[in-house]
Nanobody, 122 residues
Framework: QVQLVESGGGLVQAGGSLRLSCAAS????????IGWFRQAPGKEREFVAR????????YYADSVKGRFTISRDSAESTTYLQMNSLKPEDTAQYYC???????????????WGQGTQVTVSS
């Protein structure tokens, strides 16, 4: 079982940047997919970005493409989400998750962190 801990959330003004981290309790298996999701109050959990641990291939939701960058540090078993040009609509609880399928469906991810709050003020 993989335990995930997110950090790096906070309050930032529109146009600002934050970097979220997701630390895994053990080195992810090479076939793992690491995903970032977010959920705003009253809304469904939404896919943000994913990365294949082995190849480093990435995929982004259209809403964040060009502004967010997902990466991983194999030595630290940590995944990052660099968020630039933040907008008020990016405000949400952000979660990282581990799965085995190249998918955007939250239900396909097996392990989840507790989340970190990102608030973007206008």
């Amino acid at each position: 079982q993989v335990q995930l801990v997110e950090s790096g959330g906070g309050l930032v003004q529109a146009g600002g940047s934050l970097r979220l981290s997701c630390a895994a309790s053990a080195p992810p298996f090479s076939w793992y997919i690491i995903g970032w999701f977010r959920q705003a109050p009253g809304k469904e959990r939404e896919f943000v970005a994913r990365i294949a641990w082995n190849s480093g291939n990435t995929y982004y939701a259209d809403s964040v493409k060009g502004r967010f960058t997902i990466s991983r540090d194999s030595a630290e078993s940590t995944t990052y989400l660099q968020m630039n040009s933040l907008k008020p609509e990016d405000t949400a609880q952000y979660y990282c998750a581990v799965g085995r399928r190249w998918t955007v469906q939250a239900s396909d991810f097996d392990y989840w962190g507790q989340g970190t709050q990102v608030t973007v003020s206008s």
